[in-house]
């Protein structure tokens, strides 16, 4: 299995997984500063105020990814470093953090990748209602032209949201991200805000940038499996499709909401929040796809007597899925990660494989894709995180078999280049392909970072 010389690896991380200095040069509380603090949100109390102290180490950070041979960095801007309330004029010390990260790689030959939005909404905007009103829509193109201003003449990939379901669906359905609100009628309204959030910037990151700058979206869309074949498990994994994937793919990737998302959802609402000629602003077209894979999903209709929602999303007492009460979460055969997610590289490939189809001519890239491990470095001070190469090594094998199918898979980002703070579990999951100390922050490749860095010299899968 070879991939060609023009196939882009690199790694991924997020602004408030890794940067720390959380009230440094004028940056401003996000909604995860205020969830982290709240006591019970986040496991052991943790929160992002030093995480990986990225801010102040990422020369260093960026010397190891080149000393890896990395060849591009998909990272995220915190919107509240770069324009502290939501609104108005840039803060230029947030902005040069970047202009010096993005120099740094640039020095070091390697292409940055920048992620407006990666979960951080700065709080003023939560205050104001967050995402589920149009005027968060409205803000994000305004710090999307700043932050276009500030780097267009050095980068060239732009992707505007990362995993808009999460930002929906855990931040206002189940509660278990930031900002922690359990409504269903807003998880609605914030998912359709988030995508015309995306089409305004699009449409604001073109005016801004040259015409030769590439732009995308990265989606978490699932690979949904009914249990049985019977028509009440299909109809929960129709359900399940729409919540996850129609509510995105539908309005970015073909301009229409599905139908059937509008009939699952209409005891909650009508759908009033949708005004007439949003879908023509969020219907942008894409230089990329940024694809974001760990698991799949097996869904069945909920039997009498079953009540464990095993949905992988985290524990909380309200479900991330609106008006799917009736449909049950079950554990996906086979071995499992640190987050109790199933290792299934089939579900990566029937992915690509679909979304090659719903989006012809549309360049598909890995944006993210890794596991967690219950990583220890051992008495010589080497990390042999095994797991993660066998990881890898599937799920890399099935994007070369979607590949060899014909799907224009251009590149692929490993989650993530450092162990970080994993969003509610604190810094309990180790995802990283660098060992970090937390308490030292000393930085150690583990195995898998040897091995990933072997893949990208030789192009070669190695062996096992
Ligand atoms: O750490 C997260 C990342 O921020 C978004 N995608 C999933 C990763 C693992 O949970």
Redesign the pocket.
């Known amino acids: 299995m070879t991939f060609p010389s023009d196939f882009l690896f690199g790694s991924a991380t997020?602004a408030y997984?890794i940067e720390g200095a959380a009230a440094e040069d004028g940056r401003t509380p996000s909604i995860w500063d205020t969830f982290s603090h709240t006591p019970g949100k986040v496991l052991g109390g943790e929160h992002g105020d030093v995480a990986v102290d990225h801010y102040h180490r990422f020369r260093d950070d960026v010397r190891l990814m080149a000393d890896l041979g990395l060849e591009a960095y998909r990272f995220s801007v915190s919107w509240s470093r770069v324009q502290p309330t939501g609104r108005g004029p840039a803060v230029q010390r947030g902005l040069d953090f970047y202009r010096q990260l993005v120099d740094e790689l640039l020095e070091h030959d390697i292409t940055p990748w920048v992620t407006l939005y990666?979960?951080d909404l700065p709080q003023e905007l939560e205050d104001a209602g967050g995402w589920p009103e149009r005027v968060t829509a409205e803000r994000f193109a305004e710090y999307a032209t700043l932050t276009a201003d500030a780097l267009g003449d050095r980068v060239q990939h732009w992707t505007t949201l990362?995993?808009p379901w999460?930002s929906a669906f855990l931040g206002y359905g189940s509660g278990v991200h930031a900002p922690g609100r359990t409504e269903p009628l807003a998880a609605l309204r914030a998912a359709h805000h988030l995508n015309l959030g995306h089409g305004l910037a699009a449409q604001a990151l073109r005016a801004a940038l040259p015409a030769t700058a590439k732009l995308g979206v990265s989606l978490?869309s699932a690979v949904v499996r009914a249990r049985t074949d019977s028509p009440a498990d299909r109809d929960a994994k129709r359900r399940i499709e729409a919540l996850a994937n129609g509510v995105f793919e539908g309005p970015i990737l073909q301009g229409a909401y599905p139908e059937d998302l509008f009939a699952d959802t209409a005891r909650i609402t009508d759908w009033s929040f949708v005004r007439d000629g949003d879908l023509a602003e969020i219907h942008q077209p894409l230089d990329a796809l940024g694809v974001?894979y760990?698991t799949p999903s097996l869904v069945s209709q909920v039997q009498a007597g079953e009540v464990e929602r095993r949905d992988g999303h985290g524990a909380s007492a309200h479900s991330p899925w609106p008006a799917a009460d009736s449909v049950a979460f079950h554990q996906t055969p086979g071995p499992t990660t640190q987050?109790g997610w199933t290792v299934d590289p089939t579900g990566l490939h029937e992915l690509l494989v679909r979304l090659g189809q719903l989006a012809p001519g549309v360049p598909l890239y890995i944006t993210?894709n890794g596991m967690a491990c219950e990583d220890k470095p051992s008495e010589d001070g080497t990390v042999n995180d095994q797991d993660r190469i066998d990881y890898l090594h599937g799920h890399l094998g099935a994007v070369e078999q979607a590949r060899g199918d014909g799907v224009d898979v251009r590149g692929y980002f490993l989650?993530?280049l450092l162990d970080n703070f994993?969003?509610s579990y604190g810094y309990s999951k180790r995802?990283g392909a660098v060992y970090v100390d937390f308490d030292t922050q000393e930085r150690t490749p583990k195995a898998s970072a040897h091995w990933y860095a072997e893949l990208v010299r030789t192009r070669e899968l190695p062996a096992v």
């Open positions: 997020s997984q990666h979960w990362n995993e999460c978490n974001n760990y987050m993210e989650w993530s994993e969003w995802f």
